[in-house]
């Protein structure tokens, strides 16, 4: 990728004002991230107890397993859908609307669960309001409005800052939703100081979200955008300034949803490597506690130990991705700690006790992490910042969509295979989506790293 002088000489500038510890600062947090992160916080934390009372909530209401994956397969494709729907509209229409529209969903959603039985009106409500999709460890994701979210706070940060404000931005999440998480015991907690029936303090808690719905939009209302428009605007005054070579004959641009081809040609790979990651999320995500518990015998108190160590650890290496990927390159991080995870994981299953098991696996969680933030700015950073929500909808699609299959076929492959082939088929769809992104990427560089590449060449 070529390089204009003027954005290389902003680059360097940019390289040498940088202090070594600025990248862990807050020089970057301004007032628009700043309530950014604010929304962050209010979503993660209120999906930390939603994803907990939520399947226990409905097995009280009497209904059973096949139920609750009917509603987690429904909310899974809808969440899918109305996720590239808003990335396509979110850049035509404003980013800013679709945050607060969802926000209000999703509290609209907890206080239907919490006023109805009706099973339809139940699974229309969570896949409105992708109630239950996330929980203590799903904190760094945001839902179906997470691509309006994601272009939007790559518009306040600077390419040097953007990994790390993404890296920041999911520690705040996977922080929130495990604190959220503990207010999943309070429904217990108050029938036993107050004998108040448990069913009613699950209501209580989805009651809740609805103020926390209205919370979440209003963190949104004094954050400042610049619309897609503006840009596009730009993009016609540079061209003015800078016109065609004489001679040339401008040919016009094709558009597909509004996305330029070049954007398209990058898409369509996120797309490809994201549905392969997909695939082990879904088996990984519901199944891995049930591992534990089926392969060592463990108690649900030593699962709970397991997995609130699980949030901490994995939450101190998101303030390490933007460090990171500034000294190895995005791709190169990337693929470096997914392949160290990929290795892990596959060794999970060899541990012939709970506590080798428990430690590989902790492991493993600190390498993946890593790449989280990193692939989230590396696609904010190789694509035209006007057409950003698109991009990010259309890419998280094929992961959203092959993330509602993984349960089905863990549940089928432990049931009728072997009880740790889930974790083995992860594990392999996560060494093919590390191949596929070393093959698509490796030669496609983010503005913050344009400069290496420029300077290289004289």
């Given amino acids: 990728m070529k390089l204009t002088q003027e954005r290389a000489t902003d680059i360097a500038a940019g390289s040498a004002s940088r202090a070594p510890g600025g990248l862990l600062g807050f020089d970057w947090l ?106 203590a460890l799903g904190g760094a994701a945001w839902g179906p409005f997470y691509p309006a979210a994601q272009a939007l706070i790559a518009e306040q940060a600077s390419d040097e800052r953007r990994t790390t404000v993404f890296g920041a931005l999911a520690f705040v999440g996977v922080t929130s939703a495990a604190i959220g998480s503990l207010l999943a015991a309070m429904p217990h907690l108050f029938q036993h100081l107050f004998a108040i029936p448990v069913l009613d303090g699950y209501r209580a808690l989805f009651l809740l979200t609805g103020p926390f719905g209205i919370a979440m939009a209003l963190a949104v209302l004094p954050v400042r955008e610049l619309h897609s428009a503006t840009v596009r605007a730009n993009r016609v005054t540079q061209a003015a300034i800078d016109p065609p070579a004489r001679g040339a004959e401008p040919r016009p641009e094709r558009r597909l ?24 999320i879904g088996m990984l995500g519901p199944f891995v506690v049930y591992w534990f ?44 700690t997914r392949a160290i995870a990929t290795v892990l994981l ?28 990193v692939r989230q700015s590396y696609l904010m950073g190789v694509i035209d910042p006007s057409e950003r929500a698109s991009a990010a909808g259309l890419a998280s699609f094929p992961s959203q969509v092959t993330s509602a299959v993984g349960p089905y076929l863990a549940g089928y492959f432990m049931q009728n295979f072997a009880l740790g082939l889930p974790l083995e088929f992860a594990a392999a769809m996560q ?21 290496t590449t420029f300077s290289a060449g004289g």
């Fill in 30 to 135: 301004n007032r628009d991230l700043f309530w950014l992160f604010v929304l962050r916080v209010l979503r993660s934390f209120a999906q930390g107890f939603l994803g907990i009372i939520t399947p226990l909530y409905i097995a009280m209401l009497g209904y059973d397993a096949i139920h609750l994956g009917i509603l987690f397969a429904v909310a899974a494709v809808v969440s899918a859908m109305i996720s590239g729907a808003i990335g396509i509209l979110a850049d035509r229409f404003g980013r800013k609307t679709f945050l607060i529209l969802i926000s209000l969903m999703m509290g609209a959603g907890g206080v239907m669960f919490a006023l109805t039985r009706s099973f339809v009106l139940i699974v229309l409500a969570g896949a409105l309001g992708s109630i239950g999709r996330g929980g």
């Fill in 346 to 373: 596959f060794a999970v299953v060899l541990m012939p006790t709970f506590l080798l098991a428990a430690a590989v696996y902790t492991l493993r969680m600190i390498f993946n992490v890593l790449s989280i933030p």
């Fill in 257 to 280: 949803f509004g996305i330029s081809d070049r954007s398209w040609s990058l898409i369509w790979r996120f797309m490809v490597t994201n549905a392969t990651n997909g695939a082990a």
């Fill in 293 to 336: 518990y089926r392969r060592f015998g463990v108690t649900s108190t030593e699962l709970a130990e397991l997995f609130f160590v699980l949030n901490l650890v994995s939450a101190i290496p998101y303030l390490l991705a933007g460090r990171i990927a500034l000294a190895f390159g995005s791709v190169r991080s990337v693929v470096i």
């Fill in 431 to 451: 060494a093919l989506n590390t191949l596929l992104y070393w093959m698509f990427f490796r030669n496609i560089y983010p503005p913050e790293e344009q400069l």
